[in-house]
């Protein structure tokens, strides 16, 4: 599942007011800046020691509402002798409120948007008597497909959109469940032999530490599949950034602008390298989207990217937002019926 992004600095609200209940795991944060590379999140510098520091002084992570979606609990403002007062009301201010994901919007481009998943689960190899965690589950239909084709013993779908799971337990049963919970935290009792995520790690930064976290609840010849959108350097991502970046959304966002938190795919196949991975397939691939016309491009975002834009804004700000943005974006793509939509995507899998 595509879902909307936390921002890539600390932010969010009290613990109690984000702790939802028991099934919600908490624990601490393990985000780092959009944009570290590779070779500084595995090697260290003088960033990701800034950045760990900030990770000390976060009491607790919390769930937020969209999946994977997570932000720290901040010490008060002079508490820390670090932060300043106005600093922190900066970081509160990004925090993204309970509201605007839409699992109808999203579905709008369902039999597109599987692809993807279908793609990634031909390259797990079943053995018999899996247990399975699928991390950003959405509604749960995928992974009750997931279930039965691996025919595995033990299936677990996670998600922390309570939108979207209201919809799993309709496919419950028979060895498969699901759970609320935050992937940056997630802490099951004991391993799983295959670990599979669809379209929700683009959501969270830091994929150097997330991929190590992931690779530590894999049971001995355990897999790792895992799928990534990659469409960023495209005009309706770039355009979205861009409108975000002026005014009066630039004010209201208090400067964020939705991080690109993914790796290049020679980067994630020296993550796995260095994880220990035994055999290991990595591919950018480019899906061929052949929409009704240039405005379902709109309507594509509106369920996925935009999302992150939706919840930070008002409603009305948020309509002018997405007024702005269409008429940028549809001056840049050419009118054509069908409209085809090239979508690339990262797939890479691994076996301990």
Not at 17 to 27: H, I, Q, S, V
Not at 40 to 56: I, K, M, S, T
Not at 224 to 241: E, R
Not at 337 to 342: L, Q, S, V
Request: proline content about 5%; aromatic content about 10%; hydrophobic content about 35%.
């Amino acid at each position: 599942m595509e879902q909307a992004l936390c921002p890539d600095e600390f932010g969010g609200e009290d613990a109690e007011a984000n702790r939802y209940d028991d099934e919600c795991w908490t624990g601490e944060d393990e985000h780092g800046h959009a944009d570290r590379q590779y070779r500084q999140a595995n090697h260290g510098d003088d960033e990701a020691a800034r950045l760990a520091e900030g990770r000390q002084r976060c009491v607790t992570g919390s769930l937020c509402r969209a999946h994977t979606l997570s932000f720290c609990n901040l010490t008060q403002p002079g508490t820390d002798g670090n932060t300043p007062a106005g600093e922190m009301e900066r970081r509160r201010s990004r925090r993204v409120p309970e509201s605007a994901w839409n699992p109808e919007q999203y579905e709008r481009f369902r039999e597109e948007r599987s692809q993807p998943f279908f793609d990634l689960l031909a390259l797990v190899r079943p053995r018999p008597n899996f247990r399975v965690v699928d991390l950003g589950c959405g509604t749960g239909e995928l992974t009750r497909h997931l279930h039965r084709a691996l025919a595995a013993r033990e299936t677990l779908g996670v998600d922390s959109s309570a939108s979207m799971l209201a919809k799993s337990a309709a496919f419950a049963g028979d060895g498969l469940r699901f759970t609320r919970a935050d992937l940056t935290t997630f802490a099951p009792a004991g391993a799983y032999d295959l670990i599979f995520s669809n379209a929700v790690l683009h959501w969270v930064a830091n994929h150097v530490t997330v991929l190590r976290r992931l690779t530590g609840l894999l049971a001995a010849r355990g897999q790792l599949a895992v799928q990534v959108p990659a469409n960023h350097d495209h005009p309706s991502h770039i355009i979205a950034a861009a409108v975000a970046a002026e005014p009066p959304f630039r004010d209201a966002l208090r400067g964020y602008v939705r991080p690109v938190n993914i790796l290049t795919p020679e980067g994630y196949a020296q993550v796995l390298h260095d994880l220990g991975y035994r055999e290991q397939h990595v591919r950018l691939q480019v899906y061929a989207h052949r929409l009704p016309s240039r405005d379902d491009v709109v309507e594509w975002v509106k369920g996925t990217l935009l999302v992150d834009y939706e919840q930070r804004l008002s409603a009305e700000l948020f309509t002018q937002y997405l007024q702005r943005y269409r008429a940028r974006l549809l001056a840049q793509l050419d009118d054509t019926r069908p409209f085809f939509y090239p979508f690339k995507r990262i797939l890479f899998w691994g076996a301990r």
